[in-house]
């Protein structure tokens, strides 16, 4: 692994780490995506739009900040289809329903918080995601 993605990486790492801690420490607050997504249209059953929309904005703002201050482009390439685009996004907002959060939500806050229902989902998604990794590559060969 190269010096300078094993940099950005643990940067990377520390700057979610930190702006998880700050926003449960600031407002009470768990960092998880699809629940301050979920919660950006109404009815609103609080006074938190703001802070959903500053979260919201920071995920799509903080690669085009990282990009200027390195000089490193941010590209992203996407390989699949539109219909399996599709279907893998409505299979995971059913599972982060279901699962009352998503990755960022039990993977990120709530391990950190050791917490047993977060450990068990964080176990299954990744064990599920690495099953399907391997049907689709090695299996179907896609």
Not at 48 to 58: C, T
Not at 61 to 74: D, E, S
């Amino acid at each position: 692994m190269a010096t300078d993605t094993i940099l950005s990486a643990a940067f990377g790492g520390l700057f979610i780490g930190l702006s998880a801690v700050l926003l449960l420490a600031l407002t009470g607050r768990i960092a998880g995506v699809s629940g301050f997504v979920s919660r950006l249209l109404p009815p609103y059953s609080d006074n938190q739009l703001p802070v959903r929309l500053a979260f919201v904005a920071g995920l799509v703002i903080a690669p085009l900040l990282y990009a200027a201050a390195t000089g490193i482009p941010v590209g992203i390439e996407v390989t699949s289809s539109l219909p399996l685009l599709v279907i893998g996004g409505v299979l995971v907002g059913f599972g982060a329903v279901r699962g009352g959060g998503c990755t960022s939500g039990h993977g990120i806050c709530g391990t950190a918080r050791l917490s047993p229902r977060s450990i068990a989902a964080t176990a299954i998604f990744m064990t599920t995601g690495a099953i399907t990794v391997f049907i689709m590559r090695h299996v179907l060969g896609g």
